[in-house]
């Protein structure tokens, strides 16, 4: 499958990455773990189909120091031992976040309250608009058919700057 259209070749799409990875910043300066981010980021890619970000993600999450149990555990979650309470809270909320369509409720309250019980207000304001990005940049990624493969961790910090 070929990439149908280069967003980073184009003027306005360059322009609008740009912007979009400032957006970004501001959650990956925010008190919520890298690891976290990573995590949530790689998961609603899973579930989005979006090559180019599940290669991002693992790749910026290895490079952070996560270590290959817990990535490939990722899409199985649920049936492993090595993600904390807060972690497990976080992977729910992006499941649920992300498949908004699949489910008439959206977020439950049961998930929305292991996200209060585990995290403070910024960190949460964080998980929301990770949630909203990581689902954006993976809508993006797969309607021109970005492929996964070809990235490297830390090759977008310059957009930010």
């Not at 003027?11 to 990455?17: L, N, S, V, Y």
């Not at 690891?35 to 980021?41: A, D, I, N, V």
């Not at 990005?133 to 830390?154: D, K």
Request: aromatic letters at 6%; glycine letters at 8%.
């Amino acid at each position: 499958m070929e990439p149908r259209f280069d967003m980073f070749g184009n003027e306005i799409g360059a322009k609008f990455a740009k912007r979009f990875a400032s957006a970004s910043l501001v959650i990956a300066q925010s008190p919520l773990p890298t690891s976290t981010q990573e995590l949530m980021g790689l998961r609603a890619s899973q579930i989005n189909g979006c090559g180019w970000c599940v290669d991002l993600h693992t790749k910026e999450a290895a490079a952070a120091g996560e270590t290959a149990v817990r990535l490939n555990l990722v899409a199985a979650w649920r049936e492993s031992t090595v993600f904390t309470e807060a972690e497990r809270a976080a992977l729910a909320l992006t499941e649920e976040g992300t498949r908004l369509a699949d489910a008439s409720h959206g977020v439950s309250d049961e998930t929305w309250a292991q996200v209060r019980k585990h995290y403070d207000d910024d960190q949460i304001a964080a998980l929301v608009s990770l949630v909203a990005m990581i689902n954006a940049a993976n809508r993006l990624g797969v309607i021109v058919r970005q492929q996964g493969g070809s990235y490297e961790p830390g090759m977008f910090a310059s957009m930010t700057s």
